[in-house]
Nanobody
Framework: QVQLAESGGGLVQAGGSLRLSCTAS???????MGWFRQAPGKEREFVAA????????NYADSVKGRFTISRDNARNMMYLQMNSLKPEDTAVYYC???????????????????WGQGTQVTVSS
């Protein structure tokens, strides 16, 4: 099982930016990768996904146009660039390894059994 570690969270004002990083313990280049988030009292929510080659992406409507997912397979890294942040983006953000096959569909959090510690993003108004 690949180990994933999220970092880069913090406190920012509305309209600001953050860049989250996800570091993998081994090569994940043959897998899709993605991000979920969970706000207090709410269900885990799909944020974005990226294909193994990094050429295909999918975003939740709530973040489309503001967030950008990317990956660097040579470094076993994945990123989430978050711009124009809103207080509604406040949540713990998790990175996950997805299936090998790209589907282009949003991921269901119930399809995943294990979660890392995540990284906290707090956006003040």
């Amino acid at each position: 099982q690949v180990q994933l570690a999220e970092s880069g969270g913090g406190l920012v004002q509305a309209g600001g930016s953050l860049r989250l990083s996800c570091t993998a313990s081994e090569d994940t280049s043959s897998y899709t990768m993605g991000w979920f988030r969970q706000a207090p009292g709410k269900e885990r929510e799909f944020v974005a996904a990226i294909s193994w080659g990094g050429t295909r992406t999918n975003y939740a409507d709530s973040v489309k146009g503001r967030f950008t997912i990317s990956r660097d397979n040579a470094r076993n890294m994945m990123y989430l660039q978050m711009n124009s942040l809103k207080p509604e983006d406040t949540a713990v953000y998790y990175c996950l390894q997805g299936p090998r096959l790209w589907t282009g569909s949003a991921w269901n959090p119930h399809d995943f059994d294990s979660w890392g510690q995540g990284t906290q993003v707090t956006v003040s108004s």
